[in-house]
T-cell receptor
Framework: EPEVTQTPSHQVTQMGQEVILRCVPI?????FYWYRQILGQKVEFLVS????????KSEIFDDQFSVERPDGSNFTLKIRSTKLEDSAMYFC???????????FGNGTRLTVT | GEDVEQSLFLSVREGDSSVINCTYT??????LYWYKQEPGAGLQLLTY?????DMKQDQRLTVLLNKKDKHLSLRIADTQTGDSAIYFC?????????????FGKGTKLSVIP
């Protein structure tokens, strides 16, 4: 069964550094998402992306965050200058159409020290 | 506003049935989901139900939806130790024109051998 793949599985970075989290959505999917889960808390929506542009974003997704689909297969989340509170599990998800469920990747655990 | 509530813990004996309950607030939700998260792993889609259905059965899983009370439940028959995980209820309030999911905090299911 096709799946969403994310790399790396774990990333450690120092505060103030830039990180790029990578995702390869399911190949025929059209909608792409990033969610995050701070340890012990709810899974929270960050951003949705469709037709090469952001369609929605939450309050969490401030100017430090950006997304890109550089080559038609990868979908990336960049955090420009990481903060301690950015430490979380980041999940990528994709969806084929509006009438189908979201499929999540296994996540990237980001640790900011 | 959108909110999804779940009890945080459930403990059952192996072989018994587990019932995980969820309430949601957005009556415009057209899809409701159950995701499973094993320790350190990603979000695995277990099942989902359309809001025009009352029940959906998939092998050991039964989903019941009471739209009037905005109550969703997941029943796992013959619970196994491998079912130990956190189960997240999520709604998709597509009536708001968005495809972002709102998650509950998750119910940690512990299966006692």
């Amino acid at each position: 069964e096709p799946e969403v793949t994310q790399t790396p599985s774990h990333q450690v970075t120092q505060m103030g550094q830039e990180v790029i989290l990578r995702c390869v959505p399911i190949s025929n999917h059209l909608y792409f998402y990033w969610y995050r889960q701070i340890l012990g808390q709810k899974v929270e929506f960050l951003v949705s992306f469709y037709n090469n542009e952001i369609s929605e974003k939450s309050e969490i997704f401030d100017d430090q965050f950006s997304v890109e689909r550089p080559d038609g297969s990868n979908f990336t989340l960049k955090i420009r200058s990481t903060k301690l509170e950015d430490s979380a599990m980041y999940f990528c998800a994709s969806m084929g159409t509006g009438a189908s469920p979201l499929h999540f990747g296994n996540g990237t655990r980001l640790t900011v020290t | 506003g959108e909110d999804v509530e779940q009890s945080l813990f459930l403990s059952v004996r192996e072989g018994d049935s587990s019932v995980i309950n969820c309430t949601y607030t957005d009556s415009s939700s057209t899809y409701l989901y159950w995701y499973k998260q094993e320790p350190g792993a990603g979000l695995q889609l277990l099942t989902y139900i359309f809001s025009n259905m009352d029940m959906k059965q998939d092998q050991r899983l039964t989903v019941l939806l009471n739209k009037k009370d905005k109550h969703l439940s997941l029943r796992i028959a013959d619970t196994q130790t491998g079912d130990s995980a956190i189960y997240f209820c999520a709604e998709n309030p597509s009536g708001a024109g968005s495809y972002q999911l709102t998650f509950g905090k998750g119910t940690k299911l512990s299966v006692i051998p």
